[in-house]
T-cell receptor
Framework: GIQVEQSPPDLILQEGANSTLRCNFS?????LQWFHQNPWGQLINLFY?????KQNGRLSATTVATERYSLLYISSSQTTDSGVYFC???????????WGAGTKLIIKP | EPEVTQTPSHQVTQMGQEVILRCVPI?????FYWYRQILGQKVEFLVS????????KSEIFDDQFSVERPDGSNFTLKIRSTKLEDSAMYFC????????????FGDGTRLSIL
């Protein structure tokens, strides 16, 4: 089945820094979602991005479907950005989301 | 913006007891899902539901699990006889269609089995 790999697994940054999180897929996906899991465990949907680039405030995401990867950019990091970031994409046959292991981001004040 | 709501937010249950987790999907959505996340691990698919029947299920979704849409709004996950390893965060999701649209997630139910 499809495999989802995220990198880096852990990232520690100072407040104000920029970061790039990567998601690689072993097979083509026809849509992809990025989530932020906050310290309370809630999954916050950041982007639905099957291809191209989207921006929402300090966050933006780019998916290059032909090359099977997606990037999440966080600019001017704030402590509230801390948490785990997941990417997930569906299997072709039944559209269940297959999840990466996540990138744990810690933003230090 | 419409949301997927889940209740309770936290459930503590003795091992061997039955537990029902409840979800209210977004009203015009047709596809419903349950996912599970054991503490510190990745999110895993459990089951998908469409047109009042299970469309796909994972190996995790064994005979101890069942899902139901008892009325037009609720979507429930039942675990018949809970085990310690059922302790996890359970997420409900819904989608307006299977492909080309995102799945929308609830805030989760944290299930603790004692």
């Amino acid at each position: 089945g499809i495999q989802v790999e995220q990198s880096p697994p852990d990232l520690i940054l100072q407040e104000g820094a920029n970061s790039t999180l990567r998601c690689n897929f072993s097979d083509s996906v026809n849509n992809l979602q990025w989530f932020h899991q906050n310290p309370w465990g809630q999954l916050i949907n950041l982007f639905y991005i099957p291809s191209g680039t989207k921006q929402n405030g300090r966050l933006s995401a780019t998916t290059v479907a032909t090359e099977r990867y997606s990037l999440l950019y966080i600019s001017s990091s704030q402590t509230t950005d801390s948490g785990v970031y997941f990417c997930a994409g569906p299997m072709d046959s039944n559209y269940q989301l297959i999840w990466g292991a996540g990138t744990k981001l810690i933003i230090k004040p | 913006e419409p949301e997927v709501t889940q209740t309770p937010s936290h459930q503590v249950t003795q091992m061997g007891q039955e537990v029902i987790l409840r979800c209210v999907p977004i009203s015009n959505h047709l596809y419903f899902y349950w996912y599970r996340q054991i503490l510190g691990q990745k999110v895993e698919f459990l089951v998908s539901f469409y047109n009042n029947e299970i469309s796909e299920k994972s190996e995790i979704f064994d005979d101890q699990f069942s899902v139901e849409r008892p009325d037009g709004s609720n979507f429930t996950l039942k675990i018949r006889s809970t085990k310690l390893e059922d302790s996890a965060m359970y997420f409900c999701a819904s989608g307006i269609e299977r492909a080309l649209q995102p799945q929308h997630f609830g805030d989760g139910t944290r299930l603790s089995i004692l």
